[in-house]
C-alpha cells in the first residue's frame, strides 16, 4: 500500500500560479509512474497530467497544456505540479495519483485525497 499526500493547494487570483506537490511517506515513489486529476462536485474526475518514473516522459491534456509542469524530483521523493496563468475554471480538488501515466483514472492504483484549489476572477 501507497499513501499519496498532497500539499500546496489554496486561493489564487486569476493569473497567478500554486504549486502543488505530492509525496509518499515512508515509501519511494521513485519507482512509480504519477499523474494529476483533479475533480469538481458532480463531474468526473479530470486528467490533468502525468509523468514517467523516470521523469523523462510528461503527458498533459488540452486544458493543462503550455499552462501546467509536472516534475519530479526524485532525490526529494516528491512529485510536483507547477500551475500558471491560473483560471477560475481551473477550480477543483486536485489529486496525485500513482502506477500510470494514462489519463483513465481506474488504471491508476494509488490515490490521494486531494488538495483544494480554488481561482477567484
Known amino acids: 500500500q501507497v499513501e499519496l499526500v498532497e500539499s500546496g493547494g489554496g486561493l489564487v487570483q486569476a493569473g497567478g500560479s500554486l504549486r502543488l506537490s505530492c509525496v509518499a511517506p515512508g515509501r519511494t515513489v521513485n519507482t512509480l509512474n504519477v499523474g494529476w486529476f483533479r475533480q469538481t462536485p458532480g463531474k468526473e474526475r479530470e486528467f490533468v497530467c502525468s509523468i514517467g518514473w523516470e521523469g523523462k516522459s510528461t503527458f498533459y491534456s488540452a486544458s493543462a497544456k503550455g499552462r501546467f509542469t509536472i516534475s519530479r524530483v526524485n532525490a526529494q521523493n516528491t512529485v510536483f505540479l507547477q500551475m500558471n496563468s491560473l483560471k477560475p475554471e481551473d477550480t477543483a480538488v486536485y489529486y496525485c495519483?500513482?502506477?500510470?501515466?494514462?489519463?483513465?483514472?481506474?488504471?491508476?492504483?494509488?490515490w490521494g485525497r486531494g488538495t483544494q484549489v480554488t481561482v477567484s476572477s
Open positions: 495519483a500513482a502506477g500510470s501515466v494514462t489519463s483513465n483514472p481506474p488504471s491508476y492504483t494509488y
